[in-house]
């Protein structure tokens, strides 16, 4: 059975830092695009971030360009979102998600989610 479990959110004020991880099981981890969706209050998904497989091709939705950034320890079965410089509008709901093949910021073509973990900017 897959599982994806993330970790790491909070509340945090304008301009500090989380970092989130997403411990992965019951697939082959290491074979898996993973990435990050959100939903910030009363609005849809957005995707956030994507990391192939292997790691060397990772994609930031414009918003977060330069702020966060995506990692992956594949001996670990985890994946990492550092989020720096956060803003009030980076509040949401963070979801990591995986998927065998598809790899792109589609947030519909991911078959496994996880159940999301709450990230507050406010002061």
Known sequence: EVQL?????????PGGSLR???????????NYVMSWVRQAPGKGLEWVSFISSGGGIT????????????????AKNT???????LKPEDTAVY???A???????DW???DSWGQGTQVTVSS
């Open 95 to 97: 979801y990591c998600a």
């Open 5 to 13: 479990v993330e970790s790491g959110g909070g509340l945090v004020q």
């Open 99 to 105: 998927d065998l093949s598809y790899i792109g910021s």
């Open 20 to 30: 989130l991880s997403c411990a992965a099981s019951g697939f082959t981890f290491n």
């Open 59 to 74: 994609n930031y939705v414009d918003s977060v360009k330069g702020r966060f950034t995506i990692s992956r320890d594949n």
């Open 79 to 85: 994946v990492y979102l550092q989020m720096n410089s």
């Open 108 to 110: 519909r073509e991911y």
